[in-house]
């Protein structure tokens, strides 16, 4: 027997963190940051959580006594993260040191990439790691990581982790077996990306595994936009040959593939690809994965802009070490030779390379939500309005089309199918209403027994 209860991800998109407890073996599937609930309260950076009782006293974090940092005996085994999008794993830095986190390789490397370079969040006491000048790197958490293909128990449970192809590198489904049922975990995934495959060996292996249950994404039920990374490079290349002025593209700054795109669009344009030093220290982490294949950073074709201030923290020390950075008037005496990559973070320095005439804005990401909590749509809207840029929407989606995952459900064919990280689970059970699967809505906090 089985229990799964549901902590976000229900009714909304991301936040997900489901409880599995069998037989005294309990874990966590994904421990993710709700980004849509936490805005209702706060407002990032002016106000933000602390510390864990401030997300656990309004309801963001399971009450669950030696679950959190500074307890004693944690009440689970181990935390599964799917992949590293913010909204997956954002909430692991409250957990106690001592609960292991398991993930991909690349998840591993994605996480603790983000956290040398990102400076912000809750107190220092909460770090994941951290990167000094002087002691170099520092993990604070039990990082277990695997490959495909690998096979491990947890307790009373087997965990089985397939790849599966989403808009960020490291991204796995998983098929999990109790000694009485097997469940299926989607996490995020696409079946129209660069590594459709993936996703489509994630699918036949649960479908063989004849699961009790499968819990599926289901973010796309709503204005789905059926785009492949290879229209958006043929848009977006299209468009950088038209346009005399600069080039800005804005997307995740974690997507790898969209980073590849551009950097590709920019060669075929005769132009200079201008990354951003936090980019630049991503992909230097991310070199020595075979699994990637992404430009280096030493490329002759690749700029990396930083913006002007005295010192140099721990982590940009290290790109420094390897290439030289252009501020923003280096950037505006070159801006028809190059594409820039920019969010909307950087609009600041924008003023200094002064966009001119004949320049346009590519905006490549999600109009509607971002699981990294970043779009700022209408605000990239009024600076493209001041700086006279027009802006464009070119994007492919990280999720899965509704039509083929309705494919997927029936090829797995569970016996209960149970829909998360949707903001329509009522349109979805609709949708998906004439499949032999029993689909089951859970509510937030709800337990579900097998
Ligand atoms: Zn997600
Ligand atoms: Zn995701």
Redesign the pocket.
């Known amino acids: 027997m089985t229990d799964i209860t549901f902590y976000g991800g229900v009714g909304v998109i991301g936040g997900n963190k489901i409880l599995l407890e069998n037989q005294g073996t309990s874990i966590f599937l994904d421990f993710g940051k709700n980004f849509g609930r936490e805005k209702v309260y706060y407002d990032d950076p002016y106000l933000t959580p602390r510390k864990h009782e401030h997300l656990l006293d309004i309801g963001l974090l399971p009450e669950m006594p030696g679950l959190y940092k500074n307890d004693k005996e944690p009440p689970v085994d181990a935390v599964l993260l799917s ?1 590293p ?1 913010l ?2 794993w954002g909430y692991t830095c409250f957990l106690d040191n001592d609960i292991p986190l398991y993930c991909g390789e690349g998840t591993r490397k994605m996480i603790l990439n983000y956290e040398y370079s990102s400076g912000t969040g809750p107190s220092k006491e909460y770090y994941l790691a951290n990167m000094t000048k002087s002691d170099g790197y520092q993990v604070y958490k039990d990082f277990r990581s695997f490959r495909t293909g690998d096979v491990f128990d947890i307790g009373s449970l087997e965990v089985e982790p397939v790849h599966v192809d ?3 590198p490291g991204a796995y489904g998983f098929i999990i077996r109790t000694p009485s049922e097997t469940i299926v975990y989607t996490g ?1 995934f696409r079946l129209h990306g660069p590594e459709a495959h993936m996703s489509e060996e994630f699918i036949d292996k649960a479908a063989e595994a004849e699961p009790d249950v499968m819990i599926s994404e289901g973010t796309n039920m709503v204005g789905a936009t059926p785009s492949s990374e290879r229209e958006v490079k043929e848009k977006t290349s299209a468009i950088i040959g038209d346009t005399g002025g600069l080039v800005v593209v804005s997307f995740s700054a974690r997507d790898i593939d969209r980073l590849r795109t551009m950097y590709e669009s920019s060669i075929e344009n005769d132009r200079k690809f201008v990354i951003s030093i936090k980019q630049a220290f991503l992909l230097q982490s991310l070199r020595d994965d075979p699994s990637l294949d992404i430009f280096d950073i030493r490329d002759d074709h690749v700029l990396v802009f930083r913006k002007e201030k005295d010192r140099a923290s721990a982590w940009e020390d290290r790109v420094l070490r390897e290439v030289d950075v252009k501020n923003g008037r280096e950037i505006n005496e070159i801006k028809d030779e190059v594409v820039l990559a920019a969010s909307y973070y950087d609009m600041n320095e924008l003023m200094e390379i002064d966009p001119g005439s004949d320049s346009v804005f590519i905006s490549s990401q999600s109009e509607f939500f971002d ?1 990294e909590g970043e779009i700022r749509h209408e605000k990239l809207l009024n600076w493209c309005d001041h700086y006279g840029m027009p802006q464009y929407q070119v994007h492919a989606s ?1 999720h899965v089309m509704p039509a083929q995952l309705r494919s997927a459900v029936k090829e797995i064919d569970p016996s209960i199918l149970i829909p998360v990280h949707t903001e329509k689970p009522g349109l979805y059970k609709k949708y998906m209403s004439d499949i032999p699967s029993e689909i089951q809505l859970p509510s937030l906090d709800e337990k579900i027994e097998l």
């Open positions: 992949h999008h909204d997956h989403h808009s960020i995020d699981e990280g």
